[in-house]
């Protein structure tokens, strides 16, 4: 197959608002690390030139080679410093790899989401919980990670990384060490409102304006008044005390199994260890890998070995191979430039 650019990566307004892009090629070139040959291009409009390999995910890469079996260690329940260890590179490359691989995530699920936009209905109900980690100190620095799972479908649609207050009482030595790191850094408040607000807001944003919305939480009272803010009288909200078991019969079992598939694939969530996140950001990014995978590479259930989360949920029309999902970059959507396209192909790729 054939690549076609749609769009210019300049990113300046002129090429991003003009109603039709024209390129032109400019030979090709092989490259070094991999001996893969790349065709190359060059705007009409800006003159500037770019390639194939300027819309990949591994641009600027210096070991695509490790791509796969990178990706694999950070899903894999394996440290940085261990997977640097099996993979024989610096533990800087898989902290960069973690990053780009994140971002590259959460815009690739955005994509998926923001295609099948709210005109088609979600079946069944959707189940929200918080599950509790730290940064790099236990009881100085805990985190909030919310999450909005799809119960039919088990899909992961959102999560994210907030702050939450000190857990007290504190030893003396850690009330010293609070004090400390209250001077710079200053005082630390509860982000859990905000961050549970967010998935809220992607649920409003990917369901109808009309007809029932069905959630499913626990008996925090912070979320019945966040929900009735966004869905009124639309919102079918029932709660399950956080005390009773998390069998099968528990209704938050898809997303209490969810959080147990968390923990045991990201070693930054295994509990008492020295692999504990040092920085939220960081977590953040390694969380949006494990979803992406969760939801478009793994199979549903070991029953059902030839079906994703995000088939059943309608996000992807097949499974995905991790070549597939690291590929393509998701371009920027921008009010001039609504042009996207599916990032599991390339763009506009003919015969």
Known sequence: MKFQPTR??????????SPSFQYQRRGRFRRACDGREVQRFQCKRCKRTFSTQTFRVDYRLRQPALERRVFSSLISKVTQRQAARDLHCSR??????????GMHCRAFHEQMIFERGSSLSWSGCFLLDELE???????LKPLTVPVLVHKPSYCILYATVGKLPPRRPLSKANLRK???????EGTRRSESRTKVAECFDVLEAITQKSGAVAVRTDEKHTYRALLQERFGERLLHSRTN????????????AVNHTFAMLRDGLSRLVRRTWAGSKEREKLEWHLWIYAAWRNYVRP???ARPNET???????????????????WKVPARSPHNERSQNPSRPPRAVP
């Open 309 to 327: 989360a995000a088939m059943v949920a309608g996000l992807a029309p097949r499974m995905l191979e991790v070549s597939e999902l690291l590929q």
């Open 300 to 302: 549903i259930t070991n």
């Open 8 to 17: 210019c990566p300049c990113k300046s307004p002129e090429c991003d608002s």
């Open 133 to 139: 980690t730290y940064e790099h100190n236990r009881r």
């Open 242 to 253: 956080s005390k009773v078991r998390r069998t099968f019969r528990n209704p938050l079992f």
């Open 178 to 184: 609070l004090a400390a790191l209250e001077r710079a």
């Open 92 to 101: 800087g490359l898989v902290a960069r790899r973690n990053k780009t691989y």
